[in-house]
């Protein structure tokens, strides 16, 4: 059974700046960050394949990045937006094949992020 932790929520101000940390108990090649805003469905706001190759929403490209060390995976959200409030969720996927288009199988907690305008 695979753990993930997320850390590094919190309040800031629209214009600020989070960068969201995620522990998995073992390395995943394929890593996520979702989110759910407040009476809104779960979204995907970025992954990462092997290291390098990522995929962002359109609606944070550009000022969000998503980073993998091994058994961590980053997102940096700069320029933050009342809209980018939300619970964040990193996740994975039991096997990182064709998963880019599947739900993904372990969920970390998730961690608050308030955006305040």
């Known amino acids: 059974q695979l753990h993930l932790v997320e850390s590094g929520g919190g309040s800031v101000q629209a214009g600020g700046s989070l960068r969201l940390s995620c522990t998995v108990s073992?390395?995943?090649?394929?890593m996520g960050w979702f989110r759910q805003p407040p009476g809104k469905e779960r979204e995907r706001v970025a992954t990462?394949?092997?290291?390098?190759r990522t995929y962002y929403a359109d609606s944070v490209q550009g000022r969000f990045a998503i980073s993998q060390e091994w058994k961590s995976v980053y997102l940096n959200m700069k320029r933050l937006e009342p809209e980018d409030s939300a619970v964040y969720y990193c996740a994975t996927w039991a096997v990182c094949v064709d998963w880019a288009t599947r739900p993904p199988d372990y969920w970390g907690q998730g961690t608050q992020v308030t955006v305040s305008s």
């Open positions: 990462i394949d092997n290291g390098d």
């Open positions: 073992v390395h995943r090649p394929c």
